[in-house]
């Protein structure tokens, strides 16, 4: 599995820091650009205060010199069911996909039964069964 510390390098934001594209990683198996999960900033609700740009480590945002702002200049680095920024966020100015999309996605690719397969080694004989991390997705 690609991880992300071996994605390619490709700059460095506004800060200086480096930047790799993460959507180059894919998520449980599937291209992380088919997935759509990624913050929106509302600038008529955002103040520029900085804290979503500076505390994401997938460098999602960076700053727009020219305009003054914050912006999402890599949203296919955002971490899939992440919403960090958004509890962050001291204006409710992100926003994300409603958490229905993440159930439908787990559940389409059977997420829980490999999360469960990897940990599996670790539990007791009698814990879940493998039917028991089976999930529908929402009609
Ligand atoms: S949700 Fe998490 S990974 Fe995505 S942009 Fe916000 S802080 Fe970064
Ligand atoms: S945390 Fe919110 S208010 Fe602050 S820069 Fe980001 S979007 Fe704007």
């Not at 296919?76 to 992440?82: I, L, P, S």
């Not at 229905?100 to 996605?105: E, M, P």
């Not at 080694?121 to 009698?126: I, K, R, S």
Request: aromatic share 8%; hydrophobic share 35%.
């Amino acid at each position: 599995m690609a991880e992300a510390k071996n994605a390619p390098l490709i700059g460095k934001d506004a800060l200086g820091r480096e930047v790799r594209d993460l959507s180059k990683v894919p998520w449980w198996g599937v291209d992380r650009k088919e997935i759509e999960w990624y913050p929106t900033i509302d600038y008529d609700k955002c103040v520029t205060c900085g804290i979503c740009f500076v505390t994401c480590g997938r460098r999602v945002f960076d700053f727009d010199k020219k305009e003054g702002k914050v912006i999402v200049a890599r949203p296919y680095n955002c971490m899939v069911a992440c919403q960090t920024c958004m509890n962050l966020c001291p204006t409710g100015a992100i926003s994300f996909p409603d958490a229905s999309y993440i159930k439908k996605l787990v559940a389409q690719n059977k997420i829980v039964k490999k999360a469960f397969e990897i940990i599996k080694p670790l539990l007791a004989e009698d814990h879940l069964s493998p039917k028991e991390t089976e999930t529908k997705p929402e009609p």
